[in-house]
């Protein structure tokens, strides 16, 4: 059976900077409340309406692509993970697709939210042992800012959130020193109330109201305490569970590149894992939590700032809404 290795990685976000000053003019709030909380200093937020999730896909598959050395012609499957989907049907790698001038080619989406990279890339890898694909692009990619809330109302959770993509081109390798190793995931839908956007919904008729409007239904709404608490339990307990089923320790690993939902989280996160501060990436601090986006676009930056280079044992880490959370281990 083939491995699966992340044979190429690249990323995009749109220009637009906003700091947190510049939110503290929408709603009240500070950068000093923001960064204690959070450690995030500014988000990236798309240019302008018309901008899709599939739209900010582009470059960054392209980029994973000349990463990779391989044309965007040779790419056989795509999976794309987002929360945050051009529309409610049909999926975004259907429009990626096209946008990419793929056609025939199999698009799936995954709605695993900040755990939704390691979802797909669970995927990706067993497509790729089975022999079904060789460049599978991986795709996690979110625009968050067009579906904020940025009223008082809203603020806990308008402050996380940016715009952002990032993608990793997946395939067999014949190199016994690199590849994915495992990839395990888990959920747990008696959080998915805690984290979610409750409208518009099948479940409701019609799906969306101007009453439910009014009630600001359309926009996520979060226990950020539960979610904090979960997140600092279950993202060392799956970390420790993929190591150990694999015969590693915390003390092989050369970096850890866990989502970026608050720089809190991943600290405590750390320090259960015992890993020094140099061994953990954090960019959140310029991106803000950009979901599925998050675990490839701060290993991108990682190996394009040369923090992570071949054959370096990487451990990825999430949680998310669902609840959903995972680990994944990989030799660059
Ligand atoms: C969101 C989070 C930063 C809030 O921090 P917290 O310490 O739990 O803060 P609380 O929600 O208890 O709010 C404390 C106070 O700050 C206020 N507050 C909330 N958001 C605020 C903001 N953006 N600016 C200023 N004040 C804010 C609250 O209204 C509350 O005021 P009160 O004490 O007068 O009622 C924190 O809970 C968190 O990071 N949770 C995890 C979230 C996460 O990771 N989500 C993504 C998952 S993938």
Redesign the pocket.
């Known amino acids: 059976m083939a491995k699966s290795a992340i044979l190429g990685l690249g990323h995009y976000v749109p220009s637009k900077v906003v700091t947190n000053d510049d939110?503290?003019q929408r709603?009240?709030?500070?950068d000093e409340?923001?960064q204690q909380?959070?450690g995030i200093v500014e988000r990236r937020y798309i240019e302008e309406s018309g901008i899709g999730a599939s739209d900010l896909a582009v470059p960054a598959v392209k980029n994973a692509c000349d990463d990779a050395g391989i044309a965007v012609s040779d790419i056989d499957a795509i999976i794309f993970a987002t929360l945050s989907p051009d529309h409610f049907f049909p999926g975004s790698g259907c429009f990626l697709q096209k946008k990419l001038g793929l056609p025939g080619v199999p698009a799936l989406d995954i709605r695993n939210?900040?755990s939704g990279f390691l979802y797909g890339l669970q995927i990706a890898d067993a497509w790729v042992r089975a022999g079904m694909y060789r460049r599978i692009a991986l795709v996690g990619c979110e625009v968050h800012s067009t579906g904020l809330d940025f009223s008082?109302e809203g603020?806990?959770?308008?402050?996380?959130?940016g715009d952002g993509a990032a993608c990793a081109i997946v395939g067999p390798t014949e190199d016994e020193s690199r590849g994915v190793i495992d990839v395990e995931v888990h959920a747990d839908g008696a959080g998915a109330e805690l984290?979610w956007i409750e409208a518009a919904s099948s479940a409701h008729d019609p799906r969306i109201t101007h009453e439910m409007i009014d009630q600001g239904l359309q926009y996520p709404n979060?226990?950020?305490?539960?979610?904090?608490r979960w997140?600092t339990e279950k993202m060392p307990e799956v970390s420790l569970s993929v190591l150990e089923r694999n015969g590693l320790t915390t003390a092989d690993i050369d970096l850890l590149v866990p989502?970026q939902?608050?720089r809190?989280?991943n600290e405590l996160v750390a320090r259960k894992l015992d890993l020094p501060a140099e061994k953990v990436v954090h960019n959140i601090q310029r991106f803000g939590?950009t979901?599925a986006a998050s675990i490839p676009l701060a290993l991108s930056e990682a190996i394009q700032q040369g923090r992570a280079k071949q054959g370096d044992l990487i451990l990825l880490a999430?949680?998310?809404?669902g609840f959903t959370w995972g680990a994944g281990l990989c030799r660059l």
């Open positions: 939110l503290a709603f009240e709030t500070s409340w923001i909380r959070t939210q900040c008082n603020r806990d959770v308008t402050v996380l959130f984290l979060m226990n950020g305490k539960q979610v904090f997140a989502h939902a608050n809190r989280i939590n979901t999430a949680f998310g809404s």
